[in-house]
Nanobody, 124 residues
Framework: QVQLVESGGGLVQAGGSLTLSCAAS????????MGWFRQAPGKEREFVAV????????FYADSVQGRFTISRDNAKNAVYLHMQSLKIEDTAVYYC?????????????????WGQGTQVTVSS
């Protein structure tokens, strides 16, 4: 059974840091691109970051570039999102996702599997 389980969300003050984790199982993790998306109330789910399986290259949304870092540990079937200098507008449910594709990875419909999400709330 395919599973993606996010953890690490919570309440943090603006300017603070938080690291999200995603544990994967039920598929060949090392052959999948892994991404993070987020969805705020009343908004569409938006791309945050992705790390490719083939070469480890990362790509970030402009809104988080320079503040967030995505990484993966294939030995642990895990992907992480380290968030720094958090802003109120970063408040959202964050989702881990896996894609068997290698292109158009900012688009949510290119992903095969999704986690349940973890809430990140940034306070003033």
């Amino acid at each position: 059974q395919v599973q993606l389980v996010e953890s690490g969300g919570g309440l943090v003050q603006a300017g603070g840091s938080l690291t999200l984790s995603c544990a994967a199982s039920g598929f060949t993790f090392s052959k999948y691109d892994m991404g993070w998306f987020r969805q705020a109330p009343g908004k569409e789910r938006e791309f945050v970051a992705v790390i490719r399986w083939s070469d480890g290259i990362t790509f970030y949304a402009d809104s988080v570039q320079g503040r967030f870092t995505i990484s993966r540990d294939n030995a642990k079937n895990a992907v992480y999102l380290h968030m720094q200098s958090l802003k109120i507008e970063d408040t959202a449910v964050y989702y881990c996702a896996a894609s068997s594709n290698s292109d158009y990875l900012t688009l949510r419909w290119m992903y095969d599997y999704w986690g349940q999400g973890t809430q990140v709330t940034v306070s003033s």
